[in-house]
């Protein structure tokens, strides 16, 4: 089997597999938070992709790893992690909180994109071996990153769910009669 094929097996897996994952697990737990709370779930998540810098470390990435590839994902990454962890750093800071959720969320979902526009126009599928040691984060972090993006972007849009009736305030009870 050819490394493109295998690269593409793969990541197809990836998403199948964290799909798969997020539906049982992710999803109900997140859609049982408030709002913020889901909110920050995934943004501790995204708080780690500092790590996409490592695509521009010599040693850990072949030597022919596409450097429209590598500075892009590199540098994206940065600032997506570093505008998540802005997010956590302004909990209390309602508005500028929910200014960095909806930035690390806009700026992610852009760099994962255009990663995957840079990453076919460079034929980095046929050459996968390039990524070395960083071949997990494609095949198995990216999938995670978009699902919890998308799922960002359904917890901002969607209406605010009613708070369920054990959590209001406690009715008084009637006098009877």
């Not at 960083?134 to 960002?152: G, K, N, Q, S």
């Amino acid at each position: 089997m050819s490394t493109q094929m295998l690269f593409q097996i793969q990541l197809v897996l990836g998403y199948v597999a964290w799909l798969l994952c997020f539906g049982a697990y992710g999803l109900p737990w997140l859609d049982s938070l408030d709002r913020m709370a889901a909110q920050r779930a995934i943004a501790t998540l995204h708080s780690f992709r500092f790590f996409g810098l490592v695509f521009l470390l010599p040693g850990v990435v072949g030597p022919n790893l596409p450097a429209g590839f590598a500075m892009f994902a590199a540098y994206g990454d940065f600032a997506t992690g570093v505008l998540a962890i802005l997010a956590l750093l302004t909990v209390r800071v309602r508005p500028l909180f929910w200014a960095f959720i909806v930035a690390f969320n806009l700026v992610g979902m852009a760099d994962l994109v255009v990663d995957y526009y840079h990453a076919i126009q460079a034929g980095l599928p046929e050459h996968a071996e390039q990524l070395g040691a960083t071949y997990a984060i494609p095949i198995i972090y990216v999938p995670l990153l978009m699902i919890t993006h998308i799922a960002a972007f359904w917890f901002l849009l969607r209406p605010s769910k009613a708070r369920p009736e054990s959590s209001r305030a406690i009715p008084l009870p009637s006098p009877q009669p």
